[in-house]
């Protein structure tokens, strides 16, 4: 290890707090400070410092301790350039690499010390973004956030618990720029991003077009259920083979002959002019499932069909996962 004793020099030094000057001593001590490495040998610095009055009558402090400037900085035991190196590991490498790369450079230092320097350095300051992205989300139970994110970087910007309007509204009007906002449907987001940045466009986010598709599409399928059987065309019969009837087609299981006779059942008393209440009362079954029956033409359409498996990404490992389990 190489050792340098060092003391500071018999100068002026300006107190933290007033900025005033003082070359009257209080006392010395020593301090013991860490640097880079010199010829794969690790250097300590003793240095000796001075503590100094203040003088100032209206100063607050009595007592303060002289700094070198590029050296040593109050509660620091490395110096700038070593400090800036175990900074530099922590943030290229994390925790376990990071702490190999001072190890290889005789600075030992545990994964939890690097990542301790690391968790201490300051933000960088976020830029405003030019597309920002606003969405909710749910921190526990009923309880919700909100997130703000880059849409070009992809890069978190702010979180704030609750969805509010005015918290947009406040953020947009202090972070001035914001040419476009991509947002989910709440109409809460929509009322804050209108008056904290009247001018930036309003579009959904590509999550939300998607899901709100889907459903779309989903509700129109299962509002024209009815229309789909007639809409295949149907197989051509070979010699060898007749025509299969398909499972929609024939009543072969209790659910499907009830409607079935249920579908007469009501049919039989409404075409003669009847009302439905007067046809539930009749037949005894409640309104809405007399009004169901009374508006479907055939039978197929009161049956609950299930709906088919969606693919996912687990299909081709579902033989494997089965055998294992």
Not at 64 to 74: I, N, P
Not at 75 to 95: D, I, K, M, N
Not at 125 to 149: E, I, K, N, Q, S
Request: proline letters at 7%.
């Amino acid at each position: 290890m190489v050792r340098v004793a060092a003391s500071t020099r018999e100068a002026t030094v300006a107190c933290p707090d007033c900025g005033r000057g003082s070359v009257r001593v209080h006392s010395r001590y020593s301090r013991t400070l860490a640097d880079a490495a010199v010829g794969g040998r690790p250097v300590l610095i003793e240095l000796s410092v001075r503590r100094l009055f203040c003088d100032s009558p209206r100063c607050g402090r009595r007592t303060f301790a002289e700094q070198v400037d590029g050296l040593t900085k109050r509660y620091r035991r490395r110096s700038p350039l070593l400090q800036h190196l175990v900074e530099t590991a922590g943030v290229l490498l994390a925790g376990r690499g990071g702490a190999r790369l001072p190890q290889i450079l005789k600075v030992p230092l545990s994964r939890t010390s690097v990542l301790f320097h690391l968790m201490r350095l300051p933000l960088p300051p976020a830029a405003t973004p030019r597309v920002l992205g606003v969405d909710d989300f749910a921190l526990y139970a009923d309880v919700y956030g909100t997130l703000l994110v880059d849409a070009e970087t992809r890069l978190p910007i702010e979180l704030w618990e609750g969805r509010d309007a005015e918290q947009v509204t406040a953020w947009l009007r202090t972070h001035t720029g914001v040419g476009g906002v991509c947002r989910d449907g709440s109409l809460v987001y929509r009322q804050g991003i209108t008056e904290g940045a009247p001018e930036a466009v309003q579009a959904s986010d590509r999550f939300h077009l998607w899901q709100g598709l889907s459903k779309r599409v989903g509700d129109i399928a299962a509002a024209h259920r009815g229309c789909l059987p007639a809409a295949v065309p149907e197989p051509e019969a070979t010699p060898s083979q007749a025509e299969p009837v398909g499972p929609s087609d024939q009543a072969d299981t209790p659910a499907r002959r009830h409607a079935k006779r249920l579908l007469e059942a009501v049919h039989a008393v409404t075409d003669t002019g009847r009302s439905i209440n007067a046809t539930a009362r009749e037949l005894g079954l409640n309104r809405r499932t007399v009004s169901t029956y009374a508006r479907a033409a055939t039978w197929q359409e009161c049956v609950r069909t299930t709906r088919p498996r969606r693919p996912t990404s687990l299909d081709p490992y579902l033989h494997y996962l089965q055998q294992r389990w």
